[in-house]
Structures are given as structure tokens and as C-alpha cells.
């Protein structure tokens, strides 16, 4: 089996600030793990991954995240937010070993104040 | 966004009608994805093809019937819905790893669905 949990439903940060969102896993085996960002009356956008290697992972708009396998997290960080960072972020994992199968957290809406 | 369309962008049905959404990718992939996505709920994994054959139906009700006639076309055809069905249903693709290659998935603009 395997879950992710995106423990805050919203965070709330100043413009030029530092914003984290945070994501914890669960998976039997290996994790693939995703982040995607989501505009209102929009889809889905892919923002990053990790599989192998690295632990910190950088992606589109500044993002990044780092990979931690003895706490099993994956938390989004930018170092500087920007108002235009405002959206509904989504935490996903697979298990390497598994199938095509992508388990998403519920979400965290992010909301940056100029 | 333009790698996966999906159309219409909005539908309000009643209970008794029947239509269908149609997904199209443009990024040469050979898996496709329905999801559900309800306020407040983490999307929900309803339908997947690879390589045009079905290989998940995650206890969708039959109410919800899906068609992938090529590796670029998934539909989702809807009769007799019920009011806790509205939500927005989005399409992703992916190139199926089994045969190699990335599997993130990418999704398109959704379907807003409203039942009435």
C-alpha cells in the first residue's frame, strides 16, 4: 500500500519570504515522488521529481524539494515566494516496484500576500 | 497545457441525459489516465489504458463507461449521473514504463461537470 500525506491544508507567506509545503509518504518498497501545482479552473501541473540520486530535486518556477528516506518526506521549497505562487500544491508517490499507480494527498493551498 | 486537450471544458447535465468528454494528447504517449477530482478529497484514480487496453478500473459505477480507440483519444461516456458525481474529471498520459522510458503524467485542463 502507499499514501501521502500533505499535513496542512493551507499556508499563508508574505511575498520574498520562504515557502515550504510539506509532504510525508508511505510505500512498501522504493519511492518515485512527484509534486504538482494546480491554477484555479486549471489541470494538473508537473513540477518536479525525484526517483534516484540526488536528494534535493530542482524543477519549473524556482522550486525545488528535498528527498528524505529516514523521515520519509518530500517537502516543496522556493526560496523567495512570489503572489503569482498562489495555487493548490499536490504531493504523489509510486512505488518503484509497483504499477503505474500515482497516490495524491489531499492538497495544500498556498497563499502568498504581496 | 496544450500537450492534453480535453473538451468541453464545462458540462451541466441532468440526471437522465447522456454525453461524453473527450481527452487527446499530443506528447506521443501510449498510457492514459481518467481522474476524478472532488473538493477537498485527493483525486481519485478512476480509469487507465496502456497501449489501448484497459488495465484499471478502480470500482468506477457503470454509470461512467470509458473508450480509448487509439494511443491519442480517451473518452468518458456519462448516462443517468447523479448530482454527487459533479466534479472536475481530468485526463493525464504517460509513456508506460513497462516499455521504457518517463512515466510522470501530464494532465489536461479538466472537465467541469455539474449534475443537475
Known amino acids: 500500500a502507499q499514501s501521502v500525506a500533505q499535513p496542512e491544508d493551507q499556508v499563508n507567506v508574505a511575498e520574498g519570504n520562504p515557502l515550504t509545503v510539506k509532504c510525508t509518504y508511505s510505500v512498501s518498497g522504493n519511492p518515485y515522488l512527484f509534486w504538482y501545482v494546480q491554477y484555479p479552473n486549471r489541470g494538473l501541473q508537473f513540477l518536479l521529481k525525484y526517483i534516484t540520486g540526488d536528494n534535493l530535486v530542482k524543477g519549473s518556477y524556482g522550486f525545488e524539494a528535498e528527498f528524505n528516506k529516514s523521515q520519509t518526506s518530500f517537502h516543496l521549497k522556493k526560496p523567495s515566494a512570489l503572489v503569482s505562487d498562489s495555487a493548490l500544491y499536490f504531493c504523489a508517490v509510486r512505488d518503484i516496484e509497483g504499477d503505474y499507480k500515482l497516490s495524491f494527498g489531499a492538497g495544500t493551498t498556498v497563499t502568498v500576500r504581496a | 497545457e496544450t500537450g492534453v486537450t480535453q473538451t468541453p471544458r464545462h458540462l451541466v447535465m441532468g440526471m437522465t441525459n447522456k454525453k461524453s468528454l473527450k481527452c487527446e494528447q499530443h506528447l506521443g504517449h501510449n498510457a492514459m489516465y481518467w481522474y476524478k477530482q472532488s473538493a477537498k478529497k485527493p483525486l481519485e484514480l478512476m480509469f487507465v489504458?496502456?497501449?489501448?487496453?484497459?488495465?484499471e478500473n478502480n470500482s468506477v459505477p457503470s454509470r461512467f463507461s470509458p473508450e480509448c480507440p487509439n494511443s491519442s483519444h480517451l473518452f468518458l461516456h456519462l448516462h443517468t449521473l447523479q448530482p454527487e458525481d459533479s466534479a472536475l474529471y481530468l485526463c493525464?498520459?504517460?509513456?508506460?514504463?513497462?516499455?521504457?522510458?518517463?512515466?510522470?503524467?501530464?494532465f489536461g485542463p479538466g472537465t467541469r461537470l455539474t449534475v443537475l
Open positions: 489504458y496502456s497501449l489501448e487496453e484497459r488495465v
Open positions: 493525464a498520459s504517460s509513456q508506460d514504463e513497462r516499455r521504457g522510458g518517463l512515466d510522470t503524467q501530464y
